[in-house]
């Protein structure tokens, strides 16, 4: 494990000793070097936000136990908040942007994320080593780990998420119903039992819980160790399936049954709490838009909450956090079926990846208020002070062909443009000549928009994937450029079975031309580097020295 001297090479950067005391070096790198080359200059870190009356002392220095687009969006709010950052990447994120937007980066492993991502015993190195004070999940790899957590405790490093034992308790999802149905929460129909339950005690209780059905995972999560059943006749095999499934992705195999609710909707509640015992809900979010258990689109608020099912859902999602002593950032997911009726599916103990619609409607830095909930602070808003304003969109971009069954892509990303614009926001961890790799999820960018209506939303969404360009791997834009214009989707009229029931990917021009388009990108991009260093070589009276190394590093 070494620091990111390679990375400041390649990119022709300054590189500092870490302070430290270990003989190691790490870049000192801020966005304003990133797409300055050979015009590098530090940038001092602020001076932090000081604490108001009665706070306790905030942490300064973050290390963030992620990559990709969440690792940048943490670290920027760390930078507001004048807290001096720490990135890990494996090797292949060595030029990951997330390691040039941190302070300090350090190499943790090979690329497979059990031998990187997924190490606590590195991670938890280089936060003694670089002097950090607390750690940062993200979401995904070590971010519902209750293990990480508690290691990150009993080293003296303030974990910013839940405590250990409430992610246990969230975490197990037979453990999670009985605490919330304690809690008065209403469930779907199933089996409750935390014992090791066997195949033939599932089959013999599949009758009451009725059909179809749902085998999951207790331990699971993200679709993962889940069958849908039809007939008894296929529940042997597809509880030997789930087994398997939840073995490989979870280390633990045990399963149970719940209802099939058919045509739901899927709608979560944003919680916060801090250590101080007030719970609170932002909102709700509209995440029916899946395929295959994976969320596509999120949104913000749902269009088929009205204000009294809002509040009877809100004050059940409070009640599902309070059961567990929650604190920080988290969501309660629930089904909401046609009737109006809803049950409690789970709840994520972390931040969610759709947390910026969120954001856009209520106002709230959850990333903020984190850190503030984290260092021991209060929460500083009351449920009455969250408003709802306006309408947000979220679609996750994907390096991923839609029109191939979402087959996986790969490649260099050769020109990449994002949207601007009133109401657009972009959460994204590539650049030109990122390498976008098989060993993570797929995800490359989230693309926001918001409006005073939803139906400005979903313009401005329009027009906002209109405009974002991404040349040298397949990506998702041209699928959710269809559901924006879908008109069951535009009256809401959509439930979780819409994506694989109703909707049909239709074949187009991004088929056709992909490598003619690369050629044409890459030769644009070759012409703007191009004309950027002429641009340098004028400036500053013909500076011979920035100008020709340039040309010596680009040449063709």
């Not at 971010?143 to 969230?170: H, K």
């Not at 009758?207 to 296929?234: N, Q, T």
């Not at 009640?319 to 988290?330: E, I």
């Amino acid at each position: 494990m070494k620091g990111t001297t390679e990375a400041s090479a390649a990119f022709n950067l300054p590189t500092f000793n870490s302070q430290v005391g270990c003989g190691r070096r790490a870049v000192v790198i801020r966005p304003a070097l990133c797409y300055n080359i050979g015009r590098c200059r530090v940038v001092p870190t602020p001076i932090a936000q000081p604490p108001e009356v009665g706070d306790p002392p905030m942490f300064n220095k973050v290390l963030v136990a992620n990559r990709g687009e969440i690792a940048v969006r943490i670290l920027r709010g760390c930078h507001e908040r004048g807290l001096r950052t720490v990135a890990v990447y494996s090797d292949v994120d060595r030029t990951a942007l997330h390691v040039r937007y941190a302070d300090e980066a350090y190499n943790i492993g090979p690329a497979p994320a059990r031998e990187s991502y997924l190490r606590i015993d590195r991670i938890l190195d280089v936060a003694r080593q670089s002097g950090a004070q607390a750690i940062h999940p993200g979401y995904g790899f070590l971010a519902e780990n209750a293990d990480f957590a508690q290691a990150c405790l009993d080293d003296g490093f303030v974990f910013i998420g839940p405590t250990p034992q409430a992610i246990r308790a969230m975490g197990d999802k037979v453990v999670a119903k009985r605490s919330v149905k304690a809690a008065g929460v209403p469930l779907v129909p199933g089996t409750d039992s935390d014992k090791d339950t066997t195949n033939a005690d599932l089959i013999a209780a599949a009758p009451s819980v009725g059909f179809p059905l749902l085998v999951k995972a207790a331990a699971g999560g993200g679709g993962k160790g889940m069958r849908a059943v039809r007939r008894i006749e296929d529940l042997p095999d597809a509880i030997a399936a789930a087994r398997r499934e939840a073995k490989n992705a979870f280390g633990d195999d045990r399963v149970y049954l719940e209802k099939l609710l058919e045509n739901a909707r899927h709608v979560e509640f944003q919680i916060m709490g801090d250590e101080h015992g007030n719970v609170i809900h932002l909102g709700e979010r509209e995440c029916s838009i899946q395929r295959r258990h994976q969320k596509l689109i999120e949104e913000a608020p749902s269009p088929v909450l009205y204000d009294e099912l809002r509040q009877r859902m809100g004050q059940m999602a409070v009640a599902a956090a309070r059961s567990v002593n929650y604190t920080n950032a988290g969501t309660v997911e629930f089904l909401l079926d046609h009737e109006g009726n809803y049950y409690f599916l789970e709840m994520n103990t972390r931040l969610q990846v759709e947390h910026p619609v969120t954001e856009m409607v209520t106002g709230v830095d959850i990333v903020k208020e984190q850190l503030r909930i984290a260092a021991g602070r209060k929460l500083r808003y009351r449920q009455e002070d969250i408003i709802l304003n306006g309408w947000a969109l979220e679609c996750r971009i994907t390096a991923e062909d839609p029109y191939n069954n979402f087959l996986p892509s790969t490649g260099t990303i050769v020109a990449a443009t994002e949207p601007t614009g009133p109401g657009v926001r972009v959460e994204s961890g590539i650049y030109e000549g990122f390498e976008v790799s098989l060993y993570y999820d797929p995800m490359v960018a989230k693309l926001v928009a918001w409006g005073e209506t939803r139906a400005e939303a979903i313009l401005r969404m329009r027009r906002a994937l209109d405009e974002y360009r991404i040349v040298g791997v397949k990506t998702s834009i041209p699928f959710h450029r269809q559901v924006m214009d879908s008109t069951s989707f535009i009256g809401g009229q959509f439930d979780t079975g819409f994506i694989e029931n109703r909707f049909h990917m239709p074949g187009g021009d991004e088929t056709k031309h992909g490598e003619t388009a690369a050629i044409i990108a890459t030769l644009l991009a070759h012409q703007r580097r191009q004309q950027a260093f002429a641009m340098i070589e004028v400036e500053a009276g013909g500076d011979w020295r920035i100008s020709g190394r340039q040309r010596a590093v680009n040449r063709w």
